[in-house]
Every structure is written in structure tokens, then in C-alpha cells.
């Protein structure tokens, strides 16, 4: 097999060639523990703090508002745990459109603490209705927070962060969002959109596994999750992965460097997916927004093919191409994704076959075209398999 087509970019991304480089370079040079007070510990503790600020100035937040993690799954447990651990938190507003970590998260405090869990229910295209959740903000006044994630990771719906932040503060709500598939892809900025907490993973955008961060306002008044040093402003102790983050900051400052060349590229191999998959794939049909390029993530395009076969995943990567059927948090599972089952019927579950194509700015025209023909000639043999079942029936 000599072709070979990476379309799971939403599960991860390669690591590019500079913050490999950035990070061997680290490994070489400052391997002090960052906590040690001399020369060696201290230049080790310069570069974790250099990509502090970095990260801050891009995002307009203040630099002792980032706290490094391994990912986001960290991230967003940390910041629920703390938030009903130490904030007093007694009621969370959420939807079941949640990344697995968060919806898990949020269903331990409800066991373990006995927290509200109130759910924002989506329409048939997965978008949550603001309205509803101000009616939620305004029936009880009981400690709440909002957890809801800026962009969905299998459809890709964008949520309107400016206007739950709002709310928020309207309400005396904490907000946090799941940043995870948008940091790195989109423009963000804490001082105009005021929420409260967010998460990120370096190798969403081409940085290394193993390394993220929490933005954590200062006002929040979050205490220690991890005990043990003084660590990350003392809220994560332990001793800092300091490769890692420095390719985290590399990793960033290449994204958002390049954004706009980036988003631009991504932009036009999304429609350029869409389009060849109308052309090629009669009845394909594409799930939420992830269709409609002004209302989903570019990088994310959720595809229902009018066919059942679910052994596609399989078949595909025979063919040298990797995609997903769903979240890869999901992976091996035998029924559809949460999020599938909310926004499909019963007709178009037993029916029709889910994939999750998604880009990077490394995706190509010809990678699509193959792509297409390989689901094309699926498609051609899944039909006369039907149709021979149907017959001896």
C-alpha cells in the first residue's frame, strides 16, 4: 500500500518539523528541574514561562492565567472538579453534546456530590437555543455553572461564546467551554468574550500529545487540584513537562501565525469535500451544521452516507485512508456516538453510515479525490450487497 491519506485531523494532527525541533532542542539544552534554584533549573523555568506570556499576549489574558496540563480531558476535569470542590458549585447547565471527558466529569459530581445537572437539549441540527438557556439562568439561584463547548467535535457546531458569557455575568454564572478543537484554529480573546475557564491540547494543531492548558481567570478563586508543589501558580503540582510545553508555545505560535493562510486553505478543502461528495454520492447528507461553513469549525465535516455499512472505517483504512465513524474518544464502541443519537432518527441510525472527515492545512484536493472514489466504489458494492440481502428476504 503506497497511498496514504490522513483525514482524523480532529482526533490529532502530526507534529510539524519545527516543534519537533523546538522540542529536541529543549530536551538538549534545559533538562534542570524548573523548581531548582540554580542556573540550569532556572533557564528551564525561563522557557516555561516564555510561553506563558506567548500564549497569554495571543489570547489577552494575563500570563498567571495559564496553567499547564497534559490536555484537555485534564483541563476540563480540573476546572468542573474545582468548581464544585471549592466554588460551591450546586447546579451545572450542560448538554449532552458534551466530549466524553467533560459529560463524565460532570456526571461524577452529580453522583459523587450530589451537584443539579440541568441539560440544554439540542434541535435536530444540534444547536442549543440561548433563550432556553436564560430561562435556565433565571429559574433558580443556586450556584451554577455553564459547561458548553465552543466547537463540537464530531459535528462541528460552533456555539456563540460572546453571548453565554454575557449571560453569565447577567446571571452570576462561571462558564466553561471546551476549547479543545478551537484553540489553534480560531481567533480567541478572554478580554472581550468573558468566560471563565477554557481548555486546550497542543496536538489538535500540530504540537505534541501530552501537553495543554487551562485558562483559569484569576477572579475564580480556583484551588489546588493536584497537591503536592507549588507548581503552576499552585493550582497543578507536579514537575513540568517542560518539552512539552515548549512544544505547545511553538506549535501555537505557528497556528496563529499562520492562521489566515491556514484557515483559508482548510476553508476551501472543506467546501471542496462537500461538493465532490454531492457530486459523487447520491442522498449523502451531512450532520448539524458541519455542512455549512458559516455556522461549524472548518476543520470538521460530519458525513451520513445513504447507505449501512459499518465496517466502512475498515475498509477505507485498507485503502491507506484514516478517518473516523466519530469521536476517537469513541473509538471501538458498537453503537452510534451520544451526539449521533440526539441528532439522527431511528430511520437514519439503522440506515445510513456516519463518517467524521476532518483537515488540516496539509490536506489536498488530490487526498479528497481519492478519498471520494474509495467511498464511491464502498458505496457501489454495500448497495449490491443490500440488494442481494433484500432479494433473499
Do not use: W
Not at 452529580?110 to 433563550?131: A, C, F, I, N, Q
Not at 465552543?150 to 452570576?172: C, I
Not at 472548518?298 to 473516523?324: C, E, R
Not at 490536506?363 to 466504489?377: L, N, P, S, W
Request: charged share 20%; hydrophobic share 35%.
Amino acid at each position: 500500500m503506497t497511498t496514504r491519506v490522513y483525514l482524523d485531523n480532529a482526533a490529532t494532527t502530526p507534529v510539524d518539523k519545527q516543534v519537533l525541533a523546538c522540542m529536541m532542542d529543549t530536551m538538549e539544552k534545559n533538562y534542570g528541574n524548573p523548581s531548582s534554584t540554580h542556573s540550569a533549573g532556572q533557564e528551564a523555568k525561563t522557557v516555561i514561562e516564555n510561553v506563558r506570556r506567548q500564549i497569554a499576549k495571543v489570547l489577552n489574558a494575563q500570563p498567571s492565567e495559564i496553567i499547564f496540563t497534559s490536555c484537555g480531558t485534564e483541563s476540563n476535569n480540573m476546572i468542573i472538579h474545582s468548581c464544585v470542590d471549592h466554588l460551591e458549585v450546586k447546579r451545572i447547565i450542560t448538554s449532552p453534546l458534551e466530549h466524553k471527558c467533560v459529560a463524565e466529569a460532570i456526571r461524577d459530581t452529580k453522583m459523587r456530590k450530589g451537584v443539579e445537572v440541568v441539560y440544554l437539549r439540542p434541535d435536530k441540527m444540534g444547536v442549543l437555543s440561548l433563550t432556553d438557556l436564560e430561562d435556565l439562568l433565571k429559574s433558580s439561584d443556586k450556584k451554577t455553572l455553564i459547561s458548553l463547548m465552543h466547537a463540537n467535535n464530531e459535528v462541528g457546531n460552533l456555539l456563540d461564546l460572546k453571548k453565554v458569557s454575557q449571560l453569565a455575568q447577567q446571571y452570576n454564572a462561571l462558564f466553561h467551554s471546551d476549547t479543545v478543537q478551537t484553540i489553534g484554529h480560531l481567533p480567541l480573546d478572554l478580554t472581550d468574550i468573558p468566560l471563565d475557564f477554557a481548555s486546550c491540547s497542543a496536538h489538535k494543531f500540530h504540537g505534541p500529545k501530552g501537553s495543554g492548558f487551562a485558562f483559569i481567570r484569576k477572579t475564580s478563586r480556583l484551588k489546588p487540584y493536584i497537591l503536592g508543589g507549588p507548581q503552576e501558580r499552585e493550582l497543578r503540582a507536579g514537575t513540568e513537562n517542560v518539552a512539552g510545553i515548549a512544544g505547545l508555545g511553538k506549535a501555537f505560535e505557528l497556528a496563529y501565525d499562520n492562521l489566515e493562510t491556514y484557515s483559508k486553505h482548510i476553508s476551501e478543502i472543506k467546501n471542496y469535500a462537500i461538493q465532490q461528495l454531492k457530486d459523487s454520492i447520491p442522498g449523502v447528507t451531512f450532520n448539524g451544521l458541519s455542512g455549512d461553513l458559516n455556522s461549524s469549525l472548518y476543520t470538521v465535516l460530519s458525513v451520513l452516507l445513504p447507505f449501512k455499512n459499518p465496517l466502512i472505517g475498515l475498509q477505507l483504512d485498507m485503502k491507506g485512508i484514516a478517518i473516523s465513524q466519530g469521536s476517537a474518544c469513541s473509538a471501538g464502541a458498537s453503537k452510534p456516538s451520544i451526539v449521533l443519537m440526539m441528532l439522527l432518527d431511528d430511520h437514519e441510525l439503522e440506515n445510513s453510515t456516519p463518517l467524521r472527515v476532518s483537515f488540516s492545512h496539509l490536506t489536498t484536493k488530490e487526498e479528497i479525490d481519492y478519498f471520494v472514489q474509495a467511498v464511491k466504489e464502498i458505496s457501489s458494492s454495500s448497495s449490491l450487497i443490500e440488494n442481494a440481502d433484500a432479494i433473499h428476504r
